[in-house]
């Protein structure tokens, strides 16, 4: 059962099963009022993420691979791959859940609501409702619409991960990173007429999201890059260039991508050998069907998923 108090809250149980597969990076929620934690593993069955949440906060999610669901009282979203938001939890009323089977990669950075109103106060007429809720000191649990990760937010990712500064400036460092995201994902959008650069990046990221559905389409015979950017309304250089810059992978890489998490779905439902999942996803050589496969997931496609959740075990 869930503590009744956030002051007496630990997520440690959530994430004992996995060892090193969970571990916090900085902070200390109930000291600093900020706690950045990072997440690479594999669930063996699926799982439950909703014990992590620590009551009367907000966290946000960066979520890089692996499937989560969130649930409560207004509805249900899913953090895909690549995606990012933020929810809060308040007396389990969030139920959340993590695929099995899957590797899960996401960094979530817990905020105290004395933190948030220590900088958020003034800024109260332009906040996302649930949080300018959280303030008042309303008790009610909520989930903000995921959005696509952008570049930006991958580098930054990356960097909360192996800071950049020396041990005895990672506080500041944080601190000023946690105002970052906050910045970032905790405001709703103004109503006043869009800047020429924000039309811009949300028209690349209406084709990228485009090319994507069209890359899920088929991934055995995927469209030529010619052919993506006709169907999207631009040059095939253009295309490329532009969704390197909004994925951070280029079109091919991300397409590899899809066909080892299509791949690896597959082989978990236990239907078809790994010649017959080679070329569901698209590969004419079981042999490159199977480094790609390695190279992705850390072990040959025909002992798939035993070896990745027997490493997971090991490390509890």
């Excluded at 692996?66 to 938001?85: L, N």
């Excluded at 949080?131 to 619409?145: H, M, P, Q």
């Excluded at 055995?220 to 260039?241: A, I």
């Amino acid at each position: 059962m869930r503590e009744p108090t956030s002051n007496s809250f630990s997520e440690t149980p959530a994430w004992k099963q996995f060892g090193d597969g969970w571990r916090q990076l900085h902070g200390n929620y109930t000291e600093l009022g900020f706690s950045f934690e990072w997440h690479d593993f594999v669930a063996k069955d699926t799982l439950d993420w909703g014990r992590s949440f620590h009551p009367g906060s907000i966290e946000i999610c960066l979520n890089l691979a692996g499937r989560g669901s969130i649930a409560g009282q207004d509805g249900q979203v899913a953090f895909e791959r690549m995606t990012a938001g933020f929810y809060r939890q308040e007396h389990a009323l969030l139920t959340a859940t993590r695929e099995g089977g899957a590797r899960h990669q996401f960094l979530t950075v817990e905020l105290a609501p004395a933190f948030m109103g220590e900088h958020l106060n003034g800024d109260r007429a332009h906040l996302h409702p649930i949080v300018e809720r959280t303030l008042k000191g309303e008790n009610a649990a909520a989930l903000s619409t995921p959005v696509r990760l952008t570049t930006e937010h991958q580098e930054l990712v990356g960097s909360l991960r192996q800071p950049p500064v020396f041990a005895s400036a990672q506080r500041l460092w944080y601190r000023a990173k946690t105002l970052e995201l906050m910045a970032a994902f905790l405001f709703k959008a103004p109503p006043e007429k869009e800047l020429f650069c924000q039309r811009q990046n949300r028209v690349a990221q209406d084709r990228v999201d485009r090319v994507i559905s069209i890359l899920k389409r088929d991934l055995s015979e995927p469209p030529s890059l010619e052919t993506l950017g006709k169907e999207v309304g631009c040059s095939s250089f253009y295309l490329s260039r532009m969704f390197s810059q909004q994925m951070g992978k280029t079109i091919s890489q991300y397409m590899r991508d899809l066909r080892m998490e299509r791949a690896a779905e597959l082989l978990r439902a236990g239907k078809m050998n790994v010649t017959e999942v080679a070329m569901e996803v698209g590969y004419s050589s079981s042999s490159h069907f199977s480094t790609a496969f390695h190279e992705t997931f850390g072990c040959c496609p025909g002992l798939y998923p035993l070896p990745l959740l027997a490493r997971s075990n090991r490390r509890h």
